[in-house]
């Protein structure tokens, strides 16, 4: 519940719309309360015109007929129908303000969780879920949301209805009042009992919710591997698996919600069967009127609502404070990658010198450091290459160029600077990088290829993706540069995929172009065309390629080998090979292996 209350904010942010809301919910209600007083009025004045004549009314259309009974219910009715449609009106006018201020809430808090999730490090995403995550920006947005709207507006409506109508029965009588209302303190124990086990219950449905959402996105992202290996039967009873325990779950809490309804309706049956009990004798004694009974019976009807909606907004409550528990864990994430007091803002582009000095990392909740004491120097302009065995901490050490972790010991230089001191924006957009694992956008080829550069011409597209050689492979589809790309860009090759990345990161023309094993899905001749062809491109910046194959690096000016976090040879291939070391032997095996292959 804390962490509610500190989204109060946002109803200072629209104070204005809040406060006409509570205004019109209030005047709603109090049409809504003169309603029974006109019956209880129209009753006793009937029943007065009765008194002083001296006998019944022979039948409905006698009392209709009679002129002044008859008036007297026309008057009555008028101002029935009046209260009616001003009470329709006012809610009307309440539901427009506090329900959509809610969804202006909504927007607001959508957007800001949207701008954390990008802000989070990288290690997040490491030890989260996807689905969790999902989860958190949609299914859990959406119950915070209902704090700001139906359950606060219910709120609204249950304290100033209560308290409108029990005034005015505590004015009528108070002893009647007191047998009308000696229900509630049970049905308020029962409500606070129902409050806490629907907010345990809702956490828990929230947290298989997310391991639910996890299994589906992870089953659709995986759907050509899951079709290929004939695995869709294990995959279903997996989800089955997880979608019995979420279901197990709710029925627990609905067996709970469906227990709260009968055994309201029954105490408020039972506040109506005390008003005519003890009504009835108060009348027969003369210190009522039959009017007040038909007035108290349906201020006990108009209670049953407040009341009803009492547990309905409790459940709200309970899984909005749920759901804000979550995503207030996430808010409170550091954003460990950030710029910080000593950035020199002063600096605007980068040439494109790399420093490593004693760097080392290591991944959260892994006791062996991925990267190891690397210390290396790229100068600006130049290629370097990184070789290893998978595993040996090559795309880890490349990933500390841009931030996307930092370094637990160590410092890493660019052009002399410590890159923590360079504003992270222009970090970022003088280096591309082109990872192993690429990713397009379910957009246009154009579009993805133009990705994080604005006011890009057609002929700087062309050019980007003839460098990356995949211009002809476009010109090949129907559409060009506008052919929809399917999600995750299945409509291409994996090797079409890659250069429409490396694509990508040329059209940015940055100081810094990093290659991580980004041409994998080709074959080595291809890849080495492709590298040739790229040459031109990559002299006119500073550029790191990583390959576990050694034919498409030799051209570099520089090779560095890891194994296992540490570089443990650098040189030119030539150099390299003449050591006799690691390099050496992994060129003779893959070396082996093509010759091996070609037979």
């Known amino acids: 519940m804390k962490e509610l209350l500190k989204l109060n904010k946002y109803f200072l942010r629209y104070k204005g719309a809040v406060a006409f809301g509570v205004l019109f919910l209030v005047g709603a209600n109090a049409f809504l309360v003169w309603i029974p007083i006109l019956i209880r009025e129209t009753i006793d004045s009937v029943e007065q015109i009765y008194e002083e004549r001296g006998a019944y009314f022979e039948s409905v259309w006698a009392v209709l007929t009679d002129p002044q009974a008859g008036t007297l219910l026309a008057v009555n009715s008028g101002y029935l129908m009046l209260a009616v449609v001003l009470y329709g009106i006012l809610l009307y006018a309440t539901r427009q303000t506090l ?19 990008q802000r989070l490090p990288q290690s997040y ?31 609204i409506q249950t304290i100033s209805r209560a308290a409108i109508i029990i005034t005015i029965m505590v004015l009528v009588n108070p002893v009647l009042t007191m047998w009308a209302l000696l229900p509630l303190p049970v049905l308020t124990l029962f409500a606070y009992w129902v409050s806490g086990y629907i907010h345990r219950r809702s956490n828990e449905i929230q947290e298989q919710y997310a391991e639910l959402a996890g299994r589906a996105h992870e089953a659709f992202s995986s759907i050509r591997l899951i079709k290929a290996y004939r695995r869709e039967d294990y995959e279903s009873e997996r989800f089955m698996k997880e979608s019995e325990v979420y279901r197990q779950k709710k029925l627990r809490l609905d067996i709970v919600e469906s227990l709260f309804h009968p055994m309201l309706s029954l105490l408020i049956g039972l506040s109506i069967v005390l008003v005519i009990w003890q009504g009835g004798i108060m009348v027969i004694e003369g210190i009522i009127t039959v009017g007040n009974i038909a007035e108290f019976i349906i201020h006990v009807t108009y209670l049953t609502w407040p009341v009803a909606s009492l547990g309905y907004t409790i459940n709200l409550i309970q899984r909005s404070a749920a759901s804000q528990a979550r995503i207030a864990k996430m808010m409170r994430t550091p954003d460990e990658i950030t710029d910080d007091h000593e950035t020199d803002q002063s600096i605007t582009a980068i040439r494109g010198e790399i420093e490593f000095d004693n760097v080392s990392f290591r991944y959260p909740n892994s006791e062996v450091p991925a990267v190891d004491r690397v210390s290396l120097k790229i100068e600006p302009g130049q290629t370097a290459a990184i070789v290893g065995r998978t595993g040996s901490g090559k795309t880890t050490l490349v990933q500390l160029l841009p931030r996307l972790f930092d370094p637990v ?7 002399g600077t410590d890159s923590r001191n360079i504003p992270l924006a222009v970090l970022r957009k003088s280096i591309g990088f082109v990872p ?22 057609q002929q700087e597209v062309e050019q980007a993706a003839e460098h990356a050689q995949v211009l002809e492979n476009i010109k090949q589809f129907e559409n060009n540069f506008d052919t929809i790309l399917g999600e995750r860009g299945i409509t291409l090759s994996g090797g079409q995929k890659q250069r429409t990345s490396i694509a990508r990161a040329l059209i940015r023309k940055p100081s810094i172009i990093i290659l991580d094993d980004s041409l994998s899905a080709v074959d080595t001749k291809t890849e080495y065309a492709i590298l ?4 031109e491109e990559l002299k006119k910046r500073t550029s790191i390629i990583i390959s576990h194959r050694i034919s498409s690096v030799k051209d570099a000016d520089i090779i560095f080998v890891m194994h296992e976090g540490r570089i443990v040879e650098k040189g030119t291939h030539e150099e390299l090979l003449t050591r006799k070391g690691y390099y050496s032997t992994m060129n003779k095996k893959q070396q082996l292996e093509q010759e091996l292959a070609e037979l």
Do not use: C, W
């Open 99 to 117: 329900i959509v201020t809610s969804r202006k809430i909504e927007f607001d808090l959508r957007n800001e969780i949207f701008d954390k999730i």
């Open 125 to 155: 995403f490491t030890t989260n879920k996807t689905g969790d995550v999902y989860v958190r920006a949609t299914e859990d947005i959406q119950r915070v949301r209902e704090y700001f709207g139906p359950a606060f507006m219910y709120t």
């Open 409 to 415: 010991s160590g410092q890493i230089r660019i052009d």
């Open 436 to 457: 192993q694992d690429t990713f397009l956008f379910s957009d246009t080829i154009r579009e993805n290829i133009a990705f994080g550069v604005e006011d890009v011409s």
């Open 532 to 535: 040739h062809h790229l040459r």
